[in-house]
T-cell receptor
Framework: AQSVSQHNHHVILSEAASLELGCNYSYGGTVNLFWYVQYPGQHLQLLLK??????LVKGIKGFEAEFIKSKFSFNLRKPSVQWSDTAEYFC????????????FGKGTTLSVSS | EPEVTQTPSHQVTQMGQEVILRCVPI?????FYWYRQILGQKVEFLVSFYNNEISEKSEIFDDQFSVERPDGSNFTLKIRSTKLEDSAMYFC????????????FGPGTRLTVL
């Protein structure tokens, strides 16, 4: 069965610090990879996704993620965080087939102090 | 930008009662999903729905659960006889019809079973 691991449960950073959130998945086939964000009081929103091509994908708000197939990883990065990045971040994966279930990691809470 | 909407935002019910959670997916989307998140746990897939039938379901989605698209816009999740452990945030999502399409999430309904 597919599974997704997010290694950091809670990350606390100061503004302007760099961010890297780890995500590993287990699945043998072709997958799509996603990072979703949930700001306080808001719904899940897509940050970025990877399905093929360049393994370095860029998303909204300056976020990027790198797919490393050999490591089954899809880590999220941002060079300089802002207070407004305080949110919960979820890594997710699904099979590369229409309408399949997203399998989520447990999420990482990011707290950024100004 | 089109959004997935859900009603109600919060539902409180007594154990053993039936509840219906409602969702209006994005209008041109063809796949519809329900997920849930028990407090402190990961977001879990329940069911996906396509062309008026269930296309995939998880082991959580037992006989107590059902889904329906009663008209051209609504998508509902019914829990026939609620249990305490059904207390969770329930998210509806929708997507277009290709393998790489993003699932867009609604704001969620918080279900509290007393």
């Amino acid at each position: 069965a597919q599974s997704v691991s997010q290694h950091n449960h809670h990350v606390i950073l100061s503004e302007a610090a760099s961010l890297e959130l780890g995500c590993n998945y287990s699945y043998g086939g072709t997958v799509n990879l996603f990072w979703y964000v949930q700001y306080p009081g808001q719904h899940l929103q897509l940050l970025l996704k990877y399905f093929s091509g360049d393994p370095l994908v860029k998303g909204i708000k300056g976020f990027e993620a790198e797919f490393i197939k050999s490591k089954f990883s899809f880590n999220l990065r941002k060079p300089s965080v802002q207070w407004s990045d305080t949110a919960e971040y979820f890594c997710a994966v699904n099979e590369n087939q229409a309408g399949t279930a997203l399998i989520f990691g447990k999420g990482t809470t990011l707290s950024v102090s100004s | 930008e089109p959004e997935v909407t859900q009603t109600p935002s919060h539902q409180v019910t007594q154990m053993g009662q039936e509840v219906i959670l409602r969702c209006v997916p994005i209008s041109n989307h063809l796949y519809f999903y329900w997920y849930r998140q028990i407090l402190g746990q990961k977001v879990e897939f329940l069911v996906s729905f396509y062309n008026n039938e269930i296309s995939e379901k998880s082991e959580i989605f037992d006989d107590q659960f059902s889904v329906e698209r009663p008209d051209g816009s609504n998508f509902t999740l019914k829990i026939r006889s609620t249990k305490l452990e059904d207390s969770a945030m329930y998210f509806c999502a929708s997507s277009l019809d290709s393998s790489t399409d993003t699932q867009y999430f609604g704001p969620g309904t918080r279900l509290t079973v007393l």
